[in-house]
């Protein structure tokens, strides 16, 4: 296994969804030999396991902080690490230092996120969202190569 992609987000509350529906449409577009493609609602410890050993990881998200539709790419390192028995959910850098502490290591990583205009309940994408979502699926393909 070479890549991960890992979209994360609620498909339930509108343009959160993004993350998944991305890795949706590149798991139809790659060869699941070389690219594991994971759905998720948040990103969780046990992620750390399938990042582990791999060259690069794409994460996937909404984002409240930009306008809507607006793509944005972060690469990433290892954030602090914190080994609170408890932890849920982590951000995708707390994931990268999982990994390290737990492994030695931490691949490569990206962030694509994107603007959401609305994240109320519901499952259809804003027509900003809408209209992003064949960019990040050819960008997040273009990482992968």
């Known amino acids: 296994m070479r890549s991960v992609v ?3 987000g609620s498909t339930l509350r509108s ?3 993004i993350g998944p529906r991305v890795a949706e ?3 139809r577009l790659t060869n699941s030999s070389e690219v594991l493609v994971l759905e998720r609602q948040v990103l969780t410890p046990d992620l750390a396991g399938d990042i ?3 060259n690069r990881v794409v994460f996937i998200d ?3 902080k ?3 539709g607006t793509i944005r790419e972060l690469w990433l390192k290892p954030d602090s690490f914190t ?3 408890m ?3 982590l951000e995708p850098g707390e994931l990268l230092a999982w990994c390290l502490q737990t492994y030695g290591s931490a691949p490569e990583a990206v962030l694509i996120t994107v603007g959401g205009r609305t994240f109320e309940v519901g499952e259809v994408l804003s027509v900003e969202v809408k209209q992003a979502l064949p960019h990040i699926v050819r960008r997040t393909l273009d990482l992968l190569r």
């Open 83 to 85: 080994s609170d028995a």
């Open 52 to 54: 582990h050993g791999v």
């Open 15 to 17: 343009d959160d969804g």
């Open 62 to 64: 909404a984002s409240v």
């Open 6 to 8: 890992i979209g994360f």
């Open 25 to 27: 449409r590149v798991a």
């Open 66 to 68: 930009e306008e809507p």
């Open 87 to 89: 932890v849920h959910c």
